[in-house]
């Protein structure tokens, strides 16, 4: 029972216990219990077709997710705002039951140490926490690194498509002393 059960499961996907949707989740257990009949009855065949049952079940209720959007809000829940523009937002994490102190451990989780490094936070469907960053808390991007650069190579006297040290070997030009170039 436990090789057909890891059998059929495997057709309703790969998702972690953190990633199951409410009918997931009532699908997985009602599996696990009829999963323990055949050791109480001689029914395996019956124990077979009602565990596949649940599974086509599954899988028709996952794609009528993806296919409307009301099926997944009806099914699944929507994200919840709980922190907009660093201010905790109460009355929504009163709706969902989320305590501050739980709040706090999932941003501790995901390295924020502070409501106002936070343009926006959710509470997504499967539990976890979604987030945005404000402007000043968010790390440094390799394409932000590049204008970066790119702005301070404007300064330079000729402008071209290589960098400030490669510019002065191409153009033998070295238009200020090397103790000054890397101040």
Not at 1 to 10: E, P, T
Not at 42 to 52: E, F
Not at 99 to 111: A, F, P
């Amino acid at each position: 029972m436990a090789i057909v059960g890891f059998v059929l499961l495997r057709f309703s996907g790969r998702k972690s216990i953190t990633q199951m949707s409410i009918p997931t989740t009532v699908v997985m257990i009602s599996i696990g219990s009829i999963i323990v009949q055949p050791i109480i009855e001689d029914s395996i065949i019956n124990t077979i077709a009602a565990v596949a049952m649940f599974i086509i079940v599954l899988v028709v209720v996952e794609w009528l997710q993806v296919k409307f959007n009301l099926m997944e809000k009806l099914m699944s829940g929507s994200s919840v705002v709980v922190i907009k523009d660093g201010k905790l937002q109460l009355d929504q994490m009163r709706k969902i039951r989320l305590t501050v102190d739980k709040l706090e451990m999932k941003m501790r989780q995901k390295g924020i140490t502070s409501f106002k490094q936070v343009k926006v936070a959710t509470i997504e469907p499967n539990g976890q926490l979604g987030y945005e960053l404000t402007n000043d808390a968010k790390p440094l991007t390799v394409g932000q690194f590049k204008q970066l650069l790119n702005v301070m190579q404007q300064g330079a006297e000729k402008p071209t498509n290589y960098g400030p040290l490669f510019s002065e070997v191409i153009n033998d030009k070295h238009s200020t002393p090397p103790d000054e170039r890397y101040d």
